[in-house]
């Protein structure tokens, strides 16, 4: 039973490029969340997905940053223009959807994103 | 809104003494959860805590749910090299609609 997956593993872009970070969460799993981690910090909730659906995206940036999860194919998380202060490990967890919030999160190996 | 907070930030240990890290939420919690994270690996689910006062136990390590549910601990006993890597607390709000993590104590373990 595979994990939870994310691509790119490592993503380096230069200021102003735009940053698509995958995931496909684990089988059987339909509801998704993106958290942040700033080196050696926390982790810091972005937003919760579900197919077709945002849930919460109070972690959000107003700007430059979307995310989606279609009814086909991984979420996306999406960051336009990306700035310095965009480097960090984006990390991506997966739970089932049968209860909301309070089910166990599995989280994916993360996207290491260095900006220029 | 809902902060937690985890202490120390960092703890080196020899190898064979304990450890513990204590996470305090400013409300109270529904649950908890407890996550390990080794240097650049990804954070792995521990265990949940639900119950007021609850304790369980995963081999060497003890994990609590303070009475008030607004505070917890994960203590190690006799630590092992394979225990390095930093761990996070993480709690719900008694809505159950929000995961909040603490900052995290990074464990270094000196062979």
């Known amino acids: 039973n595979a994990g939870v997956m994310q691509n790119p593993r490592h993503l380096v872009r230069r200021r102003g490029q735009e940053a698509r970070l995958r995931c496909s969460p684990m089988?059987?799993?339909?509801?998704v969340y993106w958290y942040r981690q700033l080196p050696e910090e926390g982790l810091k909730f972005m937003v919760y997905l579900q197919k077709e659906n945002i849930i919460d995206e109070s972690g959000m940036p107003k700007e430059r940053f979307s995310a989606e999860f279609p009814k086909e194919g991984p979420s996306i998380l999406r960051i336009q223009q990306v700035v310095r202060g965009d480097s960090a490990a984006y990390f991506c967890?997966?739970?089932?959807?049968?209860?909301?919030?309070?089910?166990?999160?599995?989280f994916g190996p993360g996207t290491r994103l260095l900006v220029l | 809104g809902q902060q937690v907070m985890q202490i120390p930030q960092y703890q080196h240990v020899q190898e064979g003494e304990d450890f513990t890290t204590y996470c305090n939420s400013s409300?109270?919690?529904?649950?908890i959860q407890w996550y390990k994270q080794r240097p650049g690996g990804h954070p792995v689910f521990l265990i949940q805590?639900?119950?007021?006062?609850e304790v369980k136990k995963q081999k060497r390590l003890t994990f609590q749910f303070g009475e008030a549910k607004k505070n917890s601990s994960l203590h190690i006993t006799a630590t092992q090299t394979t225990d390095v890597g930093t761990y996070f607390c993480?709690?719900?709000?008694?809505?159950?609609?929000?995961?909040?993590f603490g900052g995290g104590t990074r464990l270094m373990v000196k062979p």
């Open positions: 993480a709690g719900f709000n008694n809505a159950g609609n929000m995961l909040t």
């Open positions: 409300t109270t919690l529904s649950n």
């Open positions: 967890a997966s739970s089932p959807g049968i209860t909301t919030w309070t089910e166990t999160q599995y």
């Open positions: 089988k059987g799993h339909s509801h």
């Open positions: 805590l639900v119950k007021s006062g």
